[in-house]
Nanobody, 123 residues
Framework: QARLMESGGGSVQVGGSLRLTCDVSGYTASTYSMAWFRQPPGKEQEGVAVIGADGATTYSDSVKGRFAISKDNAKNTLYLQMKSLKPEDTAMYYC?????????????????WGRGTQVTVSS
């Protein structure tokens, strides 16, 4: 059974950087699409970035140019490098896996989810 575990969240000042990590077990990450979603306090979940099995990426407009998604297939690990963080980036961040390899940020496509890691950006 696939298991995903996020880490790397924390508190940071506006303009700062963080790198989130998602460790994967139970399947080979290289064959799946993987993504980051987030849920700000009191708001609905939203897609952040996705990377397909072929390495193609898609980003939400709100993070384009500031965040970078990548994966290390040898380590079975997904990353999200976040720069120029803003207060509106404050959220619980979740990694997710889609066994069918799509690159659309639709949570319904993602069968496996981690428990999340909190990111707080303060001014």
């Amino acid at each position: 059974q696939a298991r995903l575990m996020e880490s790397g969240g924390g508190s940071v000042q506006v303009g700062g950087s963080l790198r989130l990590t998602c460790d994967v077990s139970g399947y080979t990450a290289s064959t799946y699409s993987m993504a980051w979603f987030r849920q700000p306090p009191g708001k609905e979940q939203e897609g952040v970035a996705v990377i397909g099995a072929d390495g193609a990426t898609t980003y939400s407009d709100s993070v384009k140019g500031r965040f970078a998604i990548s994966k290390d297939n040898a380590k079975n690990t997904l990353y999200l490098q976040m720069k120029s963080l803003k207060p509106e980036d404050t959220a619980m961040y979740y990694c997710a896996a889609d066994p069918f390899g799509g690159t659309v940020l639709d949570p319904a496509d993602f069968a496996y989810w981690g428990r999340g890691t909190q990111v707080t950006v303060s001014s």
